[in-house]
């Protein structure tokens, strides 16, 4: 009886040469973590976030910085991740992911078989590669809880989700009860 081949690690070419499937495919330190295509209520916490912070960055002209679709966004060939919502930096903007480097805010929406990813690897990875802001996004708790790169505790939010895209910039407000609203 034969064995079958195991991949001792993965590395961001294993995984940008899987067959698109429909799932997601990510890869913090050689460890591939894979999820279903999202809910339905996922995406509409989704795109809620994504709509508030574009309204947010439009009026500051930095709406080219928001990105809310899959992007193969990698600093090693240990990693290769894509976040649900991102704002980078505008000097790393180019048609090309791999420029996509330094991000003023990531956030992750979670999902039962996203919890242990966004929560401990990519938390980890985020934060060892400087990412300003962090937010992972719980749609069935109704809270967001605010990382930054040297936190070992998260802050939580339940009410209103406040952020600057840089330190002289206004606060854009976020009423969490809005984002978590029902649907019908």
């Avoid at 001792?8 to 429909?22: A, F, I, M, Y």
């Avoid at 070992?152 to 984002?179: H, K, M, N, S």
């Amino acid at each position: 009886m034969s064995m079958p081949a195991t991949i001792p690690r993965w590395t961001k070419e294993l995984v940008q040469s899987l067959p698109s499937d429909g799932k997601r495919y990510e890869l913090v330190a050689g460890e591939l973590l894979v999820t279903p295509a999202p809910a339905a209520w996922h995406q509409t916490v989704h795109w809620r976030l994504t709509i508030a912070l574009a309204d947010y960055l439009r009026p500051l002209g930095l709406i080219e910085t928001i990105r809310n679709a899959a992007a193969d966004i990698s600093w090693t060939d240990d990693d290769l991740v894509q976040p649900d919502i991102f704002v980078v930096v505008p000097e790393d903007l180019s048609m090309d992911w791999a420029t996509f480097r330094r991000f003023r805010l990531v956030a992750e929406v979670l999902s039962p078989s996203s919890r242990r990813g966004d929560r401990v690897l990519k938390r980890r990875l985020y934060q060892q590669h400087g990412v300003e802001t962090y937010w992972i996004v719980d749609p069935d708790r109704h809270l967001v809880e605010v990382w930054h790169p040297g936190d070992v505790e998260p802050q939580v939010v339940a009410d209103v989700l406040a952020w600057r895209v840089t330190p002289e910039a206004p606060e854009v407000r976020i009423t969490l009860e809005e984002i978590f609203r029902q649907v019908g």
